[in-house]
């Protein structure tokens, strides 16, 4: 495509164009209020969205970029249908920030899904804990995020102001709506079948970062210090555009792993120890390590991802 007739990702244009391709190919009367933007580790497909489901594959979208991973390609669609009796539009996989395009770019869907109707966002993601009370296969219910990326200057919203979307200066101090993290839990609770598979929920704090290399064992610390229990490189950019655009946000993010944060042991007192024959004991925090490390637990999580699919039908059956 000519450069000169690419729309650019921040405009108003981009996201009409979008908004008219998707109902071109919508029914009529389709007026979802629910939007789900599902990370790799949500099963959802067309199947679940009934049999009158629309698929849109998303790189046709106009202004829509294309995933540079070679794993999600082909399962990157829009789906528009029902879970259950409730109208709902899905993103199946999302642009990452680290894949080299702008901000803008990656939350085009956001606005987009706001001008189709969309008023609750229903957000999921893949983290490593950093907090040995969330384990492995855990769902994190989001309460907060913390954002050194966004407080140091790598923001969405930086840039010209469409007012028709949000407000120039919108408040984060409650981008995670209170009322739906009450609702999870109370679901959770309540439900016969979500217990019967040993689920487990943890509300959590998201320290973002943006990828694509894992933290250093310092940044995982300073991120302890500043109240996580989670850390990722996803959701954040999405979710500060949902609070823009005046949406109510939902994240559940599946813990996969443990993210390694306890401090190596000297080098220097190891050197010593071997100078004078010694050998060092081998820590709690090294063992606990060795054993967080193992691929079998990233495939126990993986095992759960059904998990997250349940929760959410269960969810919208109460909303």
Known sequence: MDPALIVPADSVQA?????????????????????????????????????????ICLEDIPGFVKSTVVTTQAKRKLLAGSLGDTPVVVVLGRIQY???????????????????????????????SIDHDIKIGDIAVIADHVSLPAVTGLNPLIGPHLSQMGPRYPSMANT????????????????????????????????????PSFETRAEIRALKLLGCNI?????????MMARYCGMDVLALCMVTTMAPYHREPSAL??????????????????????ILAYKDNIRQSMKR???????????????
Not at 15 to 41: H, Q, T, W
Not at 185 to 211: H, M, N, V
Not at 269 to 290: C, H, S, Y
Request: with cysteine.
């Open 305 to 319: 991802s059904m998990d997250v699919k349940l929760l959410i039908n269960e969810i919208l059956e109460h909303l």
């Open 98 to 128: 680290y894949e080299g395009y702008s901000l803008k770019q990656i939350t085009l869907p956001i606005r987009v899904l706001k001008k189709l109707g969309v008023d609750t966002l229903i957000v999921t993601g893949a983290v490593s």
């Open 231 to 239: 850390v990722g490189n996803c959701i954040t950019p999405e979710i």
């Open 269 to 290: 007192d190891a050197a010593v120890a071997e100078l004078e024959g010694r050998k060092l004991p081998i820590t709690k925090e090294e063992e606990e390590e060795d």
């Open 15 to 55: 996201c009409k164009d979008a908004v008219a391709y998707i109902r071109e190919r919508l029914p009529p009367r389709f007026m979802p209020k629910i939007g789900v933007i599902c990370g790799s580790n949500t099963p959802l497909t067309a199947s679940d969205l009934g049999k009158d489901c629309v698929e």
């Open 176 to 211: 995670y709506t209170y009322k739906l993290r009450k609702l999870t839990f109370k679901t959770w609770l309540q439900s016969p079948s979500l217990k019967a598979r040993g689920i487990r929920l943890a509300e959590a704090i998201y320290g973002y970062s943006t990828g």
